[in-house]
């Protein structure tokens, strides 16, 4: 399996510009999972999906963000307006079991750079 | 709020010496996962421990839950340059909350 997808890798973007950012879970995986990660705040979830499906985004930070799942095998994360502070890593996670609690393995992407001028 | 707090945070040692990394907080868990996560790739889980008093090895890797389930050690026997990296622990119960990491460097 090739894994979890992310694109694009890197992104430098001004400030103001809308920002998009996609995943493709790994086949059969019921959730999946959008993080943001920086230096100062570390790891943080900031929406997770089951089975399509959005069940928890308490951890998008304001309106600017959006996420949708169309389908079992996409999912885009959007940023709009963008501004210097959302710059961090973006990852994306998916896991086989229904549910974002338990025990299950999440399997991470690359990651994608984002970097708001 | 559940958090986890992590220490070290940095830890800088040679190859061959033993280290342990902590993950501490005032909350009950139920279960408790560590990864690892090398520069410019995603963290990769390394274990879950399920049960206060847990201790579950992984090659030179032995990690630790604590009796009360409000802790987790990992403890690493002669390290390697292989073993750097960011170390988080996490918890899945009501909210996914992850550590802020030990950020671990073996000197060759």
């Known amino acids: 399996d090739a894994g979890v997808i992310q694109s694009p890798r890197h992104e430098v973007t001004e400030m103001g510009q809308e920002v998009t950012l996609r995943c493709k879970p790994i086949s059969g995986h019921n959730s999946l999972f959008w993080y943001r990660q920086t230096m100062m705040r570390g790891l943080e979830l900031l929406i997770y999906f089951n089975n399509n499906v959005p069940i928890d985004d308490s951890g998008m930070p304001e309106d600017r963000f959006s996420a949708k799942m169309p389908n079992a095998s996409f999912s885009t994360l959007k940023i709009q307006p963008s501004e210097p502070r959302d710059s961090a890593v973006y990852f994306c996670?998916?896991?086989?079991?229904?549910?974002?609690?338990?025990?299950?393995?999440?399997?991470f992407g690359p990651g994608t750079r984002l970097t708001v001028l | 709020t559940q958090l986890l707090e992590q220490s070290p945070q940095f830890l800088s040692i040679q190859e061959g010496e033993n280290l342990t990394v902590y993950c501490n907080s005032s909350s009950v868990f139920s279960s408790l996962q560590w990864y690892r996560q090398e520069p410019g790739e995603g963290p990769v889980l390394l274990v879950t421990?399920?049960?206060?008093?847990e201790v579950k090895k992984l090659k030179r890797l032995t990690f630790q839950f604590g009796d009360a389930r409000k802790d987790s050690s990992l403890h690493i026997t002669a390290a390697q340059p292989g073993d750097t990296g960011l170390y988080l622990c996490?918890?899945?119960?009501?909210?996914?909350?992850f550590g802020k990491g030990t950020r671990l460097h073996i000197l060759p």
């Open positions: 996490a918890t899945r119960d009501d909210k996914i909350i």
């Open positions: 996670a998916s896991s086989l079991k229904g549910s974002g609690r338990g025990t299950d393995t999440q399997y």
């Open positions: 421990v399920v049960t206060g008093g």
